[in-house]
C-alpha cells in the first residue's frame, strides 16, 4: 500500500510522508530526552555557548589536519552551513603555525547551472565561501597545497578518485537542513520506481558523489539563508558527496546551531538514528548505518515544539 502523500510537496518524498506516531514522538523529546539519545556509535553532544559550539567545530578540523603526514595524508570534509567555524579555522592554524603540506580537504557540495559547476566568482558559490572565509585567510606558508583542495565539479571523477587515493578522511562534518539531508542528499521525487516507496536505505547508500534534483523544501531554505528570500536565484541542481564517500570516513559530525533546521527537525534525526529506523523519506535517519555518528547542538537554538502564536 502506497505511503502518504507529502503534505509540503505532493511529488516528493519527505518527513511528512512517514507515521504520525513518529513524528509526534519526535516533537515531544525534551533536551534531557535528547542526551539519552546517545549510543554506542551515535553521540549527542550540548554546548551551551556558540562560541563554544563553533570553536569545537572548529577544532575538528585543527585535530584532523595535525594526524596528516607525508605517508599518512590527513583531510577532513567540510560544509558550507555552518560556515561561522571557518575563519576560527583558519586563525587557529595561522596561530598554531600548522603546516598543512600533507594535509587535505574535501567541499561537501556545490550548485549545479547549466550543465557545469557554478563559477567559483559567483557570489553564493561554496568554493568561493570556502575560499574567503578560510583557505585565503591562511599564511601562504602553512596552506594547504592546491592539489590537495578537492571540489566537487560537473565531472566528478577527479573528486571521486581522491577519496579512492589513500588519504584518509578522518571526519566529514555537515549540517542539517529542512530535509533532514546531509550535503545535498536530498529526499526523492515520487515517480517511476519510486511512486510508492522512497528508495531502500540500502539503494540510497549506493549513491555516490553526483548531481542532484534539490527538493522544493531545500530551495526555499537555500533562499532564506543565502538570498533574502529570493527562490527564483537559488538553483535546482546541485553536486554532493555521496554516501558512498560519507562512509569512507571515520566520523561524520553534525553541527546543529538552530539556524537551518527548526525544533522538530533536529529531534526527529536524533530519534531516528538512536533508534535504528532508516527511511530515504529523511536522509540523515541512514547515518544510522555509520559506526561513528556524532550530533553537535547548541542548546540555545533546540528551542521546543509547541503550539503558539507569535
Not at 515531544?28 to 554546548?47: A, E, H, T, W
Not at 575563519?87 to 592554524?93: E, F, G, I, T
Not at 599564511?139 to 590537495?148: F, V
Amino acid at each position: 500500500m502506497s505511503r502518504k502523500l507529502s503534505m509540503l510537496a505532493p511529488e516528493w518524498w519527505d518527513f511528512t510522508t512517514l507515521e504520525d506516531d513518529l513524528l509526534n514522538d519526535a516533537a515531544k523529546l525534551s533536551l534531557k530526552d535528547m542526551l539519552q539519545l546517545s549510543r554506542p556509535g551515535f553521540n549527542v553532544v550540548f554546548y551551551d555557548t556558540l562560541e563554544d559550539f563553533y570553536m569545537a567545530e572548529a577544532l575538528e578540523y585543527i585535530t584532523a589536519w595535525k594526524q596528516a603526514t607525508a605517508s599518512n595524508p590527513v583531510g577532513i570534509c567540510g560544509p558550507i552551513g555552518p560556515t561561522e567555524q571557518l575563519p576560527l579555522v583558519a586563525r587557529l592554524v595561522n596561530e598554531l603555525r600548522l603546516d598543512l603540506s600533507n594535509a587535505h580537504f574535501w567541499g561537501m557540495d556545490e550548485w549545479y547551472v547549466d550543465g557545469k559547476e557554478l563559477e567559483a566568482t559567483h557570489p553564493i558559490s561554496f568554493e568561493k565561501a570556502d575560499r574567503d572565509l578560510c583557505f585565503n585567510r591562511i599564511d601562504p606558508k602553512l596552506r594547504i597545497p592546491e592539489a590537495n583542495l578537492h571540489f566537487p565539479k560537473a565531472d566528478t571523477s577527479n573528486y571521486i578518485k581522491s577519496w579512492e587515493s589513500g588519504v584518509r578522511c578522518a571526519v566529514m562534518q555537515g549540517g542539517q537542513g529542512d530535509t533532514k539531508h546531509w550535503a545535498f542528499n536530498d529526499p526523492f521525487r515520487r515517480d517511476g520506481k519510486y511512486k510508492d516507496a522512497p528508495p531502500t536505505p540500502e539503494e540510497f547508500r549506493k549513491l555516490t558523489t553526483r548531481v542532484v534534483d534539490l527538493h522544493p523544501i531545500t530551495c526555499m531554505q537555500n533562499a532564506r539563508t543565502s538570498a533574502g528570500g529570493v527562490v527564483i536565484g537559488i538553483p535546482r541542481q546541485a553536486l554532493t558527496v555521496g554516501p558512498v564517500q560519507t562512509w569512507k570516513a571515520d566520523k561524520v559530525s553534525i553541527w546543529q546551531a538552530g539556524a537551518h533546521d527548526n525544533p522538530f527537525g533536529q529531534r526527529l534525526t536524533a530519534l531516528m538514528i538512536s533508534k535504528g529506523i532508516q527511511d530515504s523519506a529523511v536522509p540523515m535517519s541512514l547515518l544510522g548505518g555509520h559506526p561513528n555518528v556524532q550530533f553537535n547542538y547548541y542548546t540555545g537554538g533546540i528551542g521546543v515544539c509547541e503550539t503558539e502564536m507569535h
